[in-house]
């Protein structure tokens, strides 16, 4: 069976659930892969590429955050995972940090926490 992969796509028309933020959840970052696709721009301003695979940190992650967030591609700022969107009955408990599950489009992935 094919590994399922998932890609951080544009959520366009879509809002977090009333009251749910990321916080400091920078999960998404590090375990999704971000693929460089026409329509999904991965680019900085200045031309700088942030296309990375599943489970390689983002270059642009730093120990606050988002490093260039204010300028972040397209692919990120339209980003939401399944809890945020209160979509496939994630329940405000089960925030990716606490549950480590990230919900994609219907697709939960599940992860182990690295000490």
């Not at 970052?29 to 940190?57: F, M, N, R, V, W």
């Amino acid at each position: 069976m094919g590994e399922t992969r998932l890609n951080r796509r544009t959520t366009k028309g879509a809002s977090a659930k009333s009251g749910r933020s990321c916080g400091i959840c920078t999960l998404c970052c590090i375990h999704l892969d971000i693929e460089s696709e026409p329509g999904y721009s991965t680019l900085l301003s200045d031309g700088t590429d942030i296309a990375k695979p599943k489970g390689q940190k983002c270059r642009f992650l730093g120990p606050k955050g988002c490093t260039v967030y204010d300028v972040r591609p397209l692919v990120c700022r339209e980003f939401a995972c399944d809890w945020l969107l209160g979509d496939k009955n994630f329940k405000e408990s089960d925030h990716p940090l606490e549950s480590r599950i990230i919900g994609v489009r219907g697709v939960n992935w599940h992860f182990e926490v690295k000490v």
